[in-house]
């Protein structure tokens, strides 16, 4: 079975699945700067470990599904499907030399390390493995390709790309499993979201994320397993590790650090706002968007509507424009997001709105839409990131509904200040 | 680096190209020149195929070839922009003559038109 027969649509929704179980699409800085608001948060040594656990989780319920639905059933198939899966999505080519008892991994080519040496390497020095992700990985394709119970297997990066070794490489080693949690997987996903709801410009919007998702299905890894793509690296991505990751690190801070509350979230929100500024603003410059849409036009109602079109285009979930008033104000609405049927199904109702990761996409689309001069092809670096998003604050965001809450929809409203 | 390739026949040079860095987050590796709107695109392609580059799976008015050594060129036809994407795996300091390698296979499939 080709891998491209996994991926599933849930088209009115923009959500999208590999073997019934949901996957997106973000690029490296993104995921480097969510990696890095763990860390923040919770320090090195527990960041890495709630990010490994998280990625093991996230892999252990996909790759479960993919064997099942792709009929492999020994161990040799598996861990060979699941080396060539984890490349088919952008995470880098690992190679697996593992039995019941453990073994190693290694690779000169993952997702997070070669990235980070790629964006951060020739400035700042790392001594830390950036690969919990991989880690996570191999753990879970070892213990499943071998029928062992979850967290039977325990993984530890020793060498690591990222801090200049040529190669990253993986210990694994026998460890006390235990029970699995049910996987959050299409039916569990379709049980948390609202009706679709036409917004402003619906039409073009529904064009352009139909051709963004057509071009995405092409989008793969090379032979190193990377894709570079919109001018940055690109991989398909489990949201069950980014909400693993947020969501156990915010319950974390507000059990034992109450007053680090409001800042922990504003750095999460913060990851929405890395994410629109290099994800989308990146797909707005680059000639696979020119081709399909356009070059960028500067238009605020288009940097807009291109922007929600991109969201659901990457499977992020039926995003929509109820109201917006350039340089005023914007209402955007989610009748889906891949935050939402994690947080249901893992904790239950939410006491306060909790879709991080949009409220600061909202707050990060306002100021590509008003504050960046497309026109001129502005270098998207990090001191204009700076200069954007750092200075004195232009808008700020509220969540005034949220489907985590029990709201009927999720609404963020992002008004001038 | 400029080029003002001339006409098959030795004439009149049909086209003026400047190979400028493209915005991109990956240090050095996207470049650009721009080609006027007007131009036979498919029989460039065509050329292009002609000269070893491999066709790649597009979006709207986007054609994508792709090099031997993993390096891309591509050519948006509504607006005549060109992309050279060089190789991620090309040291940092490599990259602008790759770059330039891809646009000189560009000037002579247009030299051929």
Request: hydrophobic letters at 40%; a neutral charge; one cysteine or more.
């Given at each position: 079975m080709a891998i491209e027969d996994l991926r599933g649509l849930f088209a009115e929704q923009s959500l999208t699945f590999l073997a019934g179980i949901p996957y997106v699409y973000h690029c490296h800085h993104y995921n480097l700067f969510h990696d890095q608001t763990i860390d923040d948060a919770l320090g090195e040594v527990e960041g890495a470990r709630v990010r490994t656990i998280a990625a093991h989780n996230a892999f252990r319920e996909f790759l479960s599904a993919v064997f099942a639905q792709a009929g492999a059933t020994t161990p040799a198939e598996r861990i060979s499907l699941a080396s060539e899966v984890f490349a088919w999505m952008g995470q880098g080519k690992l190679s697996l030399s593992v039995t019941p008892g453990g073994g190693a991994a290694r690779s000169p080519s993952l997702h997070y390390g070669y990235a980070w040496r790629e964006k951060y390497g020739s400035r700042v020095k790392r001594t830390e493995p950036a690969d919990a992700v991989a880690a996570g990985f191999a753990a879970a394709a070892t213990e499943l390709a071998f029928d062992l119970p979850l967290d039977a297997i325990s993984v530890i990066e020793h060498r690591c790309v990222a801090a200049r070794e040529a190669e990253c490489e993986f210990a694994l080693t026998p460890s006390t499993?235990?029970?699995?949690?049910?996987?959050?997987?299409?039916?569990?996903?379709?049980?948390?979201?609202?009706?679709?709801?036409?917004?402003?410009?619906?039409?073009?919007?529904?064009?352009?994320?139909?051709?963004?998702?057509?071009?995405?299905?092409?989008?793969?890894?090379?032979?190193?397993?990377?894709?570079?793509?919109?001018?940055?690296?690109?991989?398909?991505?489990?949201?069950?590790?980014?909400?693993?990751?947020?969501?156990?690190?915010?319950?974390?801070?507000?059990?034992?650090?109450?007053?680090?509350?409001?800042?922990?979230?504003?750095?999460?929100?913060?990851?929405?706002?890395?994410c629109v500024f290099s994800t989308f603003g990146?797909?707005?410059?680059?000639?696979?968007?020119?081709?399909?849409?356009?070059?960028?036009?500067?238009?605020?109602?288009?940097?807009?509507?291109?922007?929600?079109?991109?969201?659901?285009?990457?499977?992020?979930?039926?995003?929509?424009?109820?109201?917006?008033?350039?340089?005023?104000?914007?209402?955007?609405?989610?009748?889906?997001?891949?935050?939402?049927?994690?947080?249901?199904?893992?904790?239950?109702?939410?006491?306060?709105?909790?879709?991080?990761?949009?409220?600061?996409?909202?707050?990060?689309?306002?100021?590509?839409?008003?504050?960046?001069?497309?026109?001129?092809?502005?270098?998207?670096?990090?001191?204009y990131y700076v200069e954007l998003f750092r200075g004195k604050p232009r808008y700020r965001v509220e969540q005034t509904k949220c489907m985590m809450r029990g709201d009927a929809l999720s609404e963020y409203v992002v008004d001038a200040l | 680096m400029s080029a003002t390739p001339m006409s098959a026949r030795g004439g009149p040079a049909r086209v003026s190209l400047s190979l400028t860095r493209e915005v991109s987050c990956i240090r050095s590796l996207a470049w650009r020149c721009d080609l006027p709107i007007a131009g036979d695109w498919r029989a460039l392609a065509g050329e292009l195929m002609a000269a070893g580059l491999t066709p790649r799976p597009t979006l709207g008015g986007l054609y994508r070839f792709g090099s031997a050594t993993g390096d891309e060129v591509m050519l948006v036809a509504v607006t005549g922009r060109v992309q050279f994407r060089v190789h991620y795996t090309v040291p940092e300091h490599e990259r602008r003559f790759a770059a330039e390698r891809l646009f000189q296979v560009l000037v002579y499939a247009l030299r051929r038109l």
């Open positions: 499993g235990h029970a699995a949690k049910p996987a959050i997987d299409e039916a569990t996903v379709r049980r948390y979201v609202a009706p679709p709801v036409r917004g402003v410009d619906e039409d073009r919007i529904v064009q352009i994320s139909n051709g963004l998702l057509e071009f995405m299905r092409g989008v793969q890894g090379d032979e190193r397993g990377l894709v570079a793509a919109f001018n940055v690296f690109v991989a398909a991505h489990l949201p069950g590790y980014y909400n693993e990751t947020v969501y156990e690190t915010m319950h974390r801070v507000e059990r034992t650090a109450v007053d680090s509350v409001p800042a922990i979230e504003a750095l999460m929100r913060e990851a929405g706002q890395v990146n797909v707005l410059l680059s000639p696979e968007w020119e081709g399909l849409v356009g070059p960028p036009t500067g238009v605020p109602t288009d940097v807009m509507s291109f922007c929600t079109a991109i969201a659901r285009g990457l499977g992020f979930g039926h995003w929509l424009i109820s109201a917006y008033e350039p340089g005023k104000r914007l209402v955007l609405r989610c009748t889906s997001t891949y935050e939402v049927p994690f947080y249901r199904s893992r904790y239950g109702v939410a006491r306060k709105p909790r879709s991080y990761f949009v409220q600061g996409a909202a707050l990060a689309m306002m100021v590509l839409a008003e504050s960046v001069n497309w026109t001129e092809r502005p270098q998207l670096t990090n001191n | -």
